[in-house]
């Protein structure tokens, strides 16, 4: 797959009135390829605005390089604005302007021709639930419509990389949901993401990989499973029996199975372990218990949960 963001060695550094420098990102490193959804991850303040930022050439980096699609975001950056769309946190809209003249505006900018720009318009303005809606100021939409406004117009020119910055915020469920449908169809056309969020269950659900920074450095990457792994251990299952087997439950952990299996508690009806390999242990142990004519009332996973991964990295590292 082609890589669609570089980061090298990417760093900013802020001065103001003559104090120390601020270091907001540092020597950051970071491959996306093609048709990739990322979610950029961190407390406020960590880094996440000033790294796309530097992505997407609004602000010059202090230190490494970037390139978008091979582009370098300084010496060529009008090339990356016209391959991105950037939804901020904060977008600011024309509130005076209709909805469809305002988007009208920015695809005559992105040098939409008018039929194409009319047609997208109809398009994103009916996927999103605001078409009826289009022909009134945006001064009379409500908070959650005006998001949807901002994440049309940074989709308007199907651009190859969107940038995302909370965008469900604001949003009620439903909008929520269409927000996250059209994120996986643009994973599906290979376009790539690259989605800021606190939403953990958003970030979970549509990203492919998660990257976590925290004080300017990037402090994890991988997908969530990976780092669930990584960060908090094994999964842990908890396997419940009617009644007890009059066996020892070491009885069964025999034969290969001791190295791949951690014991951290057990009775008579209940064993609870891990393994870092559960699709090859627990098929091997339920065998042999069903053959030793055992009465499994459940076989069930501890959830661990990509809160549990944020919290422990924000905090302890």
Excluded at 35 to 58: C, D, H, Q, W, Y
Excluded at 114 to 120: D, P, T
Excluded at 181 to 209: K, M
Excluded at 302 to 308: D, H
Aim: aromatic share 6%.
């Amino acid at each position: 797959m082609e890589v669609l963001i570089h980061a090298e060695n990417l760093t900013k550094q802020f001065i103001a009135n003559g104090t120390q420098p601020h270091t907001a990102v540092s020597n950051l490193n970071l491959d996306v390829p093609q048709g990739e959804v990322l979610a950029f991850l961190g407390p406020n303040g960590a880094g996440k605005t000033t790294t796309v930022r530097m992505l997407t050439s609004i602000l010059k980096p202090t230190g490494g390089r970037a390139t978008i699609a091979g582009h370098d975001v300084v010496t060529e950056a009008r090339r990356v604005r016209a391959l991105v769309g950037h939804l901020t946190e904060f977008p600011g809209l024309y509130l005076r302007m209709q909805a469809r003249e305002y988007l009208d505006f920015y695809g005559e900018l992105y040098g939409m021709s008018r039929a194409a720009r009319h047609a997208r318009i109809d398009e994103l303005t009916q996927q999103f639930g605001i078409a009826d809606a289009a022909n009134r100021r945006l001064s009379e939409f409500s908070k959650g419509m005006r998001q949807k406004v901002a994440l049309i117009r940074s989709m308007l020119h199907s651009p190859r990389i969107l940038f995302l910055d909370e965008p469900t915020s604001a949003m009620d469920p439903h909008s929520a949901k269409q927000v996250r449908d059209a994120v996986a169809q643009l994973r599906g056309q290979g376009h790539t993401v690259f989605l800021c969020t606190h939403n953990l269950y958003e970030a979970e659900s549509l990203a492919d990989r998660l990257a976590m920074i925290r004080k300017g450095n990037l402090i994890a990457l991988g997908t969530a499973q990976e780092l669930k792994t990584k960060f908090l251990g094994a999964p842990r299952i908890e396997i419940q029996l009617a009644k007890p087997l009059g066996q020892p439950w070491s009885a069964f952990t025999q034969n290969g199975l001791r190295e791949k299996i951690r014991v951290e508690e057990f009775s008579e009806t209940l064993l609870r372990y891990r393994t870092a390999e559960p699709n090859v242990t627990n098929p091997h142990l339920l065998k042999k218990l069903n053959e030793a004519g055992a009465e499994i009332v459940t076989v069930s996973e501890t959830p661990q949960s990509l809160e549990q991964v944020y919290l422990k990295l924000v905090e302890e590292l």
